[in-house]
């Protein structure tokens, strides 16, 4: 027979998982302006025996609603376009525990809501056999506190036990600049 499991090491677990969801897509065009939107309603979830005991738990990237909403106008030699973007949060495991057995509890907790409206502009030309584009874009428009992770760290030193949250954050207003060169 052999030995139980020592506590502290790595135990390989399988369970299983699904997906469920619908999408939905709208586009208007023009020969000067398209538009799109774009709605998904989700749900993934997955099942380890040995984790909450059986139940199901959130995947790593369920996301209940995500919407995009994309414009394109083209005037002239100039193109300007627009993506707006929101999406609920990701789960992620708040705490963990362990019993005696080595089940293991968990609980999740969910980042906030995402948005972002991103906008940029671009000038077409040739010099000879070259096209040029320049332009510039503005990612993250209204400047939002938007999160991509969190890592929860525990601290143990005897009786005294210590928690450090740390929220990952997503990108803040950024300008680019950029010039594209075809041959």
């Known amino acids: 027979e052999p030995p139980p499991p020592t506590p502290g090491l790595s135990r390989f677990i399988s369970g299983t998982g699904k997906a469920i969801g619908i999408d939905f897509l709208v586009k208007y065009e023009t020969s000067q302006f398209t538009s799109w939107l774009s709605y998904s309603l989700a749900k993934a979830t997955q099942n380890f025996d040995q984790i909450n005991k059986g139940a199901d738990i959130p995947s790593e990237f369920d996301q209940t609603h995500q919407f995009k909403w994309t414009n394109i106008y083209a005037y002239k030699k100039w193109n300007f376009s627009s993506l707006t973007l929101f999406s609920t949060g990701q789960p992620y495991v708040e705490s963990t525990s362990k019993d005696t057995d080595f089940n293991t509890t968990r609980v999740y907790n969910r980042l906030p809501d995402y948005f972002r409206i991103d906008v940029s502009a671009n000038y077409n030309f040739n010099i000879g056999r070259v096209n040029l584009t320049p332009g510039f874009s503005v990612l993250n428009l209204l400047n939002t506190q938007n999160y991509l992770d969190i890592y929860i760290r525990n601290f143990g030193f005897g009786a005294n036990q210590t928690t ?10 950024t300008l680019n600049f950029f010039v594209n060169f075809r041959f």
């Open 164 to 173: 450090e949250t740390t929220l990952v954050k997503a990108q803040e207003i």
